[in-house]
């Protein structure tokens, strides 16, 4: 598993309720920044398909360690 998800792992476990709802409020509004991930998707499958079935976009995870490099267009 990549660092990311085991350090969230690992805070879901020793924070107290209180302290998540805390962190919770705190990042509550960066929740409504930059499009979601189906309309991510959907933006680049417009942007490399241009309506043409036989393209696809390839996801990777070249980098386990950086989870921010998973996607790869082909």
Do not use: H, R
Not at 15 to 32: F, G, P, R, T, V
Not at 34 to 48: C, K, M, Q, R, V
């Amino acid at each position: 598993m990549g660092k990311l998800f085991e350090e969230f792992l690992e805070y879901i476990s020793n924070a107290s309720e209180e302290q998540i709802a805390k962190d919770w409020e705190e990042l509550k509004s960066s929740n409504d920044i930059g499009p979601t991930a189906t309309e991510y998707f959907n933006y680049i499958d417009e942007l490399t398909n241009n309506g043409d079935p036989l393209n696809e976009i390839k996801i990777s995870n070249v980098n386990p360690e950086f989870p921010l490099d998973f996607l790869l267009l082909n």
